[in-house]
């Protein structure tokens, strides 16, 4: 009797265990820490790629409508990130999920070969934008807002953090981030950054409007963005 309470007590500590894992943001992942500490191949890294161009286009620069984010130029901690995280459902992703799973494009190893890969390739010069243009009173309200809830993690030109796995948000599309910033603020985005949840939980829905206005006309430095909207990927030819 004394035992099987004592058994059933562990039982319900690893459930805890389990779904508070699912909730948590940063923590180690073998996975991720051991395809970052890989040194990446190029050629397996455009191999592997072809799968996901079928979503993000060969360009890693996604759809203005939101339904694809670009991830052209993101910071490859934050790729192998959010890869992991979907591979492991800590985040849901059913559409990308069957193609981002090891018997689709293999382990470590090709997680940092993809990954490195996307990092490099330049962004979209024609990111798809909020309605309101720089000077008008809703963008400078998106503005402030940015300033004072935003740039501490995600810097002042939404340019991130590499080492502290905070996204890049310049360049990305106004609809797919006005889709995250909701599931974030209301607990969908299960892998979501606490401090994050916290800081933006009294947005109501025109704030997150204003802020991601803002952030949508962010200027992308020159060097990271492709030479013109027309460019294509060489590596797809
Ligand atoms: C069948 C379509 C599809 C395929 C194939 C696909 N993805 Fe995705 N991916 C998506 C969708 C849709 C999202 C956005 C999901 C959401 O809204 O949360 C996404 C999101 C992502 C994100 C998160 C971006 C961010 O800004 O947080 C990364 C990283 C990513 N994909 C990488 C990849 C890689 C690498 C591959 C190839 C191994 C791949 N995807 C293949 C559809 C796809
Ligand atoms: C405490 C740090 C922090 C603050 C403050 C913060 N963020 Fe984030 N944000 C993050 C992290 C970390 C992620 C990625 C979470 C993850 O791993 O899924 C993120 C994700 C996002 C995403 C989704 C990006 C993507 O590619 O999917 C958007 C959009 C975003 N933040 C916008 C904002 C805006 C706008 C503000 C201010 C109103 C803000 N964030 C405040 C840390 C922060």
């Given at each position: 009797m004394k035992k099987r309470s004592i058994v059933s007590i562990t039982g319900l500590a690893a459930v805890m265990l389990v779904s508070g894992s699912a909730f948590a943001w940063l923590e180690k992942t073998g996975e991720r820490d051991e395809a970052l500490s890989l040194k990446p191949n190029r050629e397996n890294g455009i191999e592997v790629y072809e799968v996901c161009a079928a979503c993000h286009l060969t360009e890693g620069w996604g759809t203005k409508d939101g339904t694809f984010p670009q991830i052209a130029g993101q910071h490859q901690t934050v790729l192998v990130k959010q890869l992991a995280d979907i591979r492991e459902g800590n985040r849901d992703n059913p559409t990308m999920y069957p193609f981002a799973k090891p018997e689709s494009i293999g382990g470590p190893q090709a997680m940092a070969d993809v990954t490195h890969y996307i990092s490099q390739l330049p962004m979209n010069p024609d990111n798809g934008k909020g309605p309101w243009e720089p000077g008008t009173?809703?963008?400078?309200?998106?503005?402030?807002?940015?300033?004072?809830?935003?740039?501490?993690?995600?810097?002042?030109?939404?340019?991130?953090s590499a080492e502290k796995f905070y996204p890049k948000i310049q360049g990305q599309h106004y609809l797919y981030m006005l889709r995250q910033f909701e599931w974030i603020r209301d607990g969908k985005r299960r892998n979501a950054n606490p401090e994050m949840v916290e800081q933006i939980k009294n947005f109501t829905d025109e704030d997150m409007?204003?802020?991601?206005?803002?952030?949508?006309?962010?200027?992308?430095?020159?060097?990271?963005?492709?030479?013109?909207?027309d460019w294509t990927n060489p590596d797809f030819d």
């Open positions: 009173p809703e963008w400078e309200r998106g503005k402030k807002l940015f300033e004072e809830n935003c740039v501490k993690c995600h810097g002042e030109h939404g340019e991130g409007k204003h802020v991601i206005n803002y952030v949508s006309w962010i200027k992308v430095p020159k060097e990271d963005l492709a030479p013109s909207k």
